[in-house]
């Protein structure tokens, strides 16, 4: 049983910047990919980043591309979520999932408990 932990959601200023943590156990973390996902209130949960296994394919939300970026570290079992000039329609529920798809929301296999991400406007 893989567990996922997100860590270091809060409020962020429109243009600022802030690193969210996706901290995994239970499984050999270096054998899947990870995604991030998000979901606003009153909208669908959506996909936002994912990484390979590896770490050497990423693949992004139009909507986010050029201001976020994923990474991770095998050896800590963590993935990053960097959110640069984050802006109010970022404001969500951020989860970390392992996943079978650098896209799809239908092969996430196990989702973490969720970080809220706000940003006044």
């Known amino acids: 049983q893989v567990q996922l932990v997100e860590s270091g959601g809060g409020l962020v200023q429109a243009g600022g910047s802030l690193r969210l943590s996706c901290a995994a156990s239970?499984?050999?973390?270096?054998?899947?990919?990870i995604g991030w996902f998000r979901q606003a209130p009153g909208k669908e949960r959506e996909f936002v980043a994912a990484?390979?296994?590896?770490?050497?394919?990423?693949n992004y939300a139009d909507s986010v591309k050029g201001r976020f970026t994923i990474s991770r570290d095998n050896a800590k079992n963590t993935v990053y979520l960097q959110m640069n000039s984050p802006k109010t329609e970022d404001m969500a529920v951020y989860y970390c999932?392992?996943?079978?798809?650098?896209?799809?929301?239908?092969?996430?296999?196990?989702w973490g408990q969720g970080t809220q991400v706000t940003v006044p406007s």
């Open positions: 999932a392992e996943t079978r798809s650098l896209r799809s929301i239908r092969a996430v296999d196990y």
């Open positions: 239970g499984r050999t973390f270096s054998n899947y990919a």
């Open positions: 990484i390979s296994e590896s770490g050497g394919v990423t």
